[in-house]
């Protein structure tokens, strides 16, 4: 069979009229629904819609709300509604609405009449409408509601529950008797490797049969298996009974293809399954097609992962699925690209988590060549009911049987972090003995169905560090695996700390296999600093984390894998940090624009040359200068080449020895234009990357023209946008510039001090710049030649008399605030009072932006003085600009 034949069928399969019984009609309604918030009942058909907006599928409703500056998003009723035209419907012929998901909880009215409801957010539904839809003008009407409800997992987690029809909605016309589309709306059909040798693979094929005839229909089922070129390499005929009025019965056939072609990482090989149903005729009622991909692994707690028997370190990424103004409303493309960019890092493994996402999702790791686990949503905390227990054990269902066919998952995963934020009483004994006795009766039921439905397998529980009481409440004993997040060096202790954790794992869980399901720092790729430390958001901290952990993840065997946390930035609406309700650990932005971790692991992951130069986004670029022509600062370069030869505007700097991927040197950039080229070469071919960046060399003496400063801090700041860069603050020294005075504010944590607050400020995209300041400042002093200059001063009140609640993912990291002070004080720029008393909490309100602009005349070789005067408590100042005009 060729390809084209191969098409054909496909098409006749799926697209033929639907005048013929033996033809399956699947299509998208996702364009031109109505939509409306509306708390109410609005399925009545006499509701009015006609102001409602029109709105295309995917949609969120909450792409705005949930990224502005007022706390919290909407959680509760979104409507749609729909006009469907049926200008004819054989006899007995089937029609069903079908969901790839909606957030959380739907209900589904055709003509008026509800057709369904299904609770949970991440999995597809599928509902029989055939008896509510009519030939004409019919109305579908759809109530998706993400209000919090305790019998609905997630209860809660460090991501947006967006709500809204996210996926794709599909209109499937069928025979009375076909393939099941409502059994747990999977494709009905189920392969599975059940022996596999060089020299044959016996697969089983389980295949759903539904009859809404009344009466018994003896029926063929016809299972065929194609190659890659179209050609035929196993067939089964068989004649089934299947009694009428009946739903989904299970029917199992076996196949064996010899000298079968396995799939793999580097080689996903799929055939292609016909699952054909006819008539005793032999009419073609029914025709669903799959893909089968044959491989065989396993885990092993001490050797690690094995893949057709040939061992693997599993290396990859989680991965969210929202992106920058959309929330998780994504069209297929999109997440197309997203696997795209997990397979090229290097990367054979994607956990996807912490919920089921798209079928394109896992279609694409399939094609690739992307191991995966996947996961239901049971995140933090659970709540003590039978109806919760439910909806597990419902969600696990419907995720094991949509994702049965793909061979690329060769985990199920369930209860991240689950004993994160246990809703008990720490100190009441039997509070916690009955919340743990619970979750452990929901856990054993969530591990046997997932082992009753699929038991070739593994299962995993993702874990937070602190292992013992996983192990107190007796669910760490029930998964064949264990995941452990681990973020040594970023919310607590240091990065060395961490391959210990490994050793001390292993030792005391020697006979499960260990799996590193999320580590991780959050990285603005706006942000950088030559001094970095934890928290500080910049691109260096999060370089030296990632560069830390890979090769202890890499050296030890019994780690069998381990997934960054995370591929993309993500929406979390709670976090406040250097760019507020995202949380910042992807290795790309949410607008999927790579950081330099991404490279790090190209250059320590792919084959194929890499040579990346860091910071390459940093195109505005600037630092204090001696002599006003030059500035030397730090550059790192990432590449999987043994040495590289660096030019600096068409001078040759050397060549560089690569140390664990990395070189490392200084440049002295000059004012101005600037471009490092970077040269490696490979199999006797050579490769160039290349970094352009416009350097502002401040010198108050020299050609001063500009200079923005961030004070109480050691970070650098890009203001994209403005194409500006604003520099770390420094001590004032004859003949320079600087600050006179005052010390850092440290914003104060359990475990120490952050470098910068976690405040969002209101008022501004420009966090950073206001997220730090010196207190108790005396003055700023620079020593600019005569002109005429505007003084821009920046400031934030960062202490506040709101209480703002703790976040679970903190960890304790969350800033202990000081005790609110009603700060005034006085402004003198150059012996001229500009300002007498400034209050910023009293005149604009705490946590919000202020910048207040002076024009100042310098003459007689005075140079610039900003002093500040104490009134009530100690002056601040957060960030000054100084721009000459004339």
């Known amino acids: 069979m060729n390809r084209i034949t191969k098409v054909l069928i496909i098409i ?20 031109g629904w109505r939509f409306k918030i509306y708390p109410e009942d609005a399925s009545a058909l006499t509701f009015d819609t006609s102001q409602w907006e029109t709105v295309s599928v995917p949609h969120s409703w909450n792409t705005k709300d949930a990224d502005d500056e007022t706390p919290g998003f909407y959680r509760g009723k979104g409507w749609y509604r729909k006009i469907i035209p049926i200008e004819t419907l054989i006899p007995d012929q089937r029609v069903f609405l079908s969901f790839e998901g909606a957030n ?7 003509n008026g009449q509800l057709v369904g409801n299904h609770r949970g957010g991440y999995a597809a539904f599928t509902f029989d409408v055939t008896e509510a839809v009519k030939i004409g003008t019919n109305e579908i009407t759809v109530c998706v509601d993400n209000t919090h409800n305790p019998d609905i997992a997630p209860l809660s987690a460090d991501y947006t529950f967006f709500g809204g029809i996210y996926r794709d909605v599909y209109l499937i016309y069928t025979s009375p008797s076909h393939i099941s589309t409502t059994h747990h709306a999977s494709s009905g059909v189920y392969l599975t490797t059940q022996k596999l040798t060089d020299q044959q693979a016996e697969i089983s094929i389980k295949t759903y049969i539904s009859n809404a005839l009344m009466s018994n229909q003896t029926l063929i089922l016809e299972t065929e298996v194609v190659d890659t070129n179209g050609k035929q390499v196993a067939v089964s005929n068989e004649k089934i009974q299947v009694k009428g009025g009946i739903r989904n019965t299970p029917f199992e056939s076996f196949l064996t293809i010899s000298k079968p072609k396995r799939w793999d990482v580097d080689d996903p090989y799929l055939y292609t399954v016909y699952s054909r149903l006819r008539d005793k005729k032999g009419t073609l009622l029914d025709c669903v097609v799959n893909s089968l991909g044959i491989r065989e692994f396993s885990f092993d707690a001490d050797k690690g992962f094995f893949l057709n028997g040939r061992y693997r370190k599993l290396i990859g990424t989680n991965r969210h699925q929202d992106y920058l103004g959309l929330g998780n409303a994504l069209r297929d493309e999109m997440h197309v690209r997203d696997i795209k960019l997990v397979k090229n890092m290097g990367s054979n493994f994607l956990r996807v988590a912490h919920y089921p996402q798209d079928p394109v999702v896992m279609q694409m790791c399939d094609q690739l060549g992307l191991l995966t686990s996947v996961e239901i949503p049971v995140v933090n905390a659970i709540t003590q009911s039978d109806a919760f227990l439910q909806n597990c054990i419902e969600q696990v269902t419907e995720m094991v049987y949509q994702n049965y066919n793909y061979p690329s998952v060769v985990i199920w995963a369930y209860m991240n972090e689950v004993l994160l ?19 452990n009766k929901i856990a054993t039921a969530i591990e046997s169905k997932i082992r009753e439905i699929d038991p070739h397998r593994y299962t995993m529980l993702p874990c937070h560090a602190a292992y013992p009481i996983y192990e ?53 790729a706006r942000l950088h600093s030559f001094s970095p430390v934890r928290f500080d958001f910049s691109n260096e901290f999060g370089s030296f984390f990632h560069e830390h952990y890979i090769p202890e993840i890499l050296k030890r065997k019994f780690v069998v894998g381990a997934t960054v946390w995370n591929l993309n930035d993500f929406y979390s609406e709670t976090r406040r940090d250097a760019v507020p309700h995202i949380n910042n650990k992807g290795l790309v932005g949410i607008d999927r624009i790579p950081k330099d971790t991404y490279y790090l692991y190209q250059a320590y992951l792919k084959e194929t040359p890499l040579l990346h130069i860091c910071s390459k986004t940093w195109t505005s670029r600037a630092g204090a200068s001696k002599d006003g022509l030059t500035s030397m600062q730090p550059l790192k370069i990432y590449t999987n080449a043994e040495r590289v030869e660096i030019h600096l505007n068409g001078k040759n700097l050397g060549l560089f020895p690569v140390v664990e991927k990395i070189v490392e040197t200084k440049i002295p950039f000059i004012n101005g234009r600037n471009v490092i080229d970077a040269v490696i070469e490979k199999n006797g071919i050579s490769y160039r990357d290349q970094y352009v960046c416009n350097f502002n060399c401040i010198n108050v003496k ?22 500006l860069c604003w520099i770390p603050e420094q001590i004032y020294q004859t003949g320079s510039w600087g600050y006179v005075g005052g010390e850092r504010m440290k914003t104060k944590t359990r475990y120490g001090f952050l470098p910068a607050s976690d405040i969002e400020i209101l008022g501004t995209d420009q966090d950073p710049i206001f997220q730090t300041q010196r207190t108790g400042i005396k003055s700023f002093k620079a020593e600019v030649p005569d002109g005429g200059y505007a003084v821009y001063l920046y400031w934030a009140e960062l202490t506040s008399d709101k209480k703002k609640e703790a976040l679970a993912y903190n960890l304790g990291n969350d800033a202990l605030l000081p005790n609110y002070s009603n700060r005034s004080f006085s402004i003198t720029i150059n012996d001229i009072c500009v300002a007498k008393r400034i209050n910023i909490a009293e005149e604009y309100g705490s946590e919000r932006a202020v910048i207040k602009k002076f024009e100042v005349q310098v003459c007689q070789g005075k140079g610039l003085s900003i002093d500040f005067g104490a009134i009530e408590s100690a002056p601040i100042l957060n960030a000054i600009r100084i721009v000459k005009i004339y």
Not at 104 to 110: A, C, L, S
Not at 490 to 503: D, I, R, T
């Open 702 to 723: 020299q050609g001063f023209k500009e200079m923005n400063v961030m004070l109480g801090t050691e970070r650098y700041f890009e203001d994209r946008t403005a194409e």
């Open 421 to 439: 934020r246990p809703p008990f009483d720490p100190n009441n004994s039997e509070e916690r003995s009955n919340y743990l006795k619970f979750l």
């Open 104 to 110: 959380q909880e739907t209900n589904v009215y055709v």
């Open 12 to 31: 006749s399969c799926l697209f033929g009229s639907i005048a013929c019984y033996g033809q399956r009609v699947k299509q998208t309604i996702n364009d």
């Open 472 to 524: 107190e409440s007796g669910i760490a004993a029930l998964p064949m695996m264990l995941g452990f997040n681990i973020y040594n060096g970023w919310y607590g202790g240091q990065v060395n700390e961490f391959e210990k954790g490994l050793e001390n794992l292993h030792r005391i869980f020697p006979t499960k296999p260990l799996f590193i399901t999320e580590y991780g720092a959050d990285v603005d």
